[in-house]
């Protein structure tokens, strides 16, 4: 399953690593790619191992807003 969320506050390089590390962490996550400019992230993801809920939570404890 491919979810797409909309993340604010992210402005760098660091920010997309931070996001991108944050969600590869998460068993069920098979790929995750980030785009900077429109802070949109878009994760592939296992919806039996992985609820979008967790995915939201990984990105916010890194210290950014997901918008629903």
Do not use: F
């Given at each position: 399953m491919k979810t797409t969320l909309d993340v604010k506050g992210m402005t760098c390089g660091h920010?997309?690593?931070?996001?991108?590390?944050?969600?590869n962490e998460l068993v069920g996550v098979s790929g995750v790619e980030v785009d900077l400019a429109t802070?949109?992230?878009?994760?592939?993801?296992?919806?039996?191992?992985?609820?979008?809920?967790?995915?939201?939570?990984?990105?916010?404890?890194q210290g950014y807003d997901v918008v629903a």
């Open positions: 920010c997309k690593m931070s996001v991108e590390g944050a969600l802070g949109k992230v878009e994760v592939s993801y296992d919806e039996s191992k992985v609820t979008l809920e967790q995915l939201q939570e990984a990105v916010e404890d």
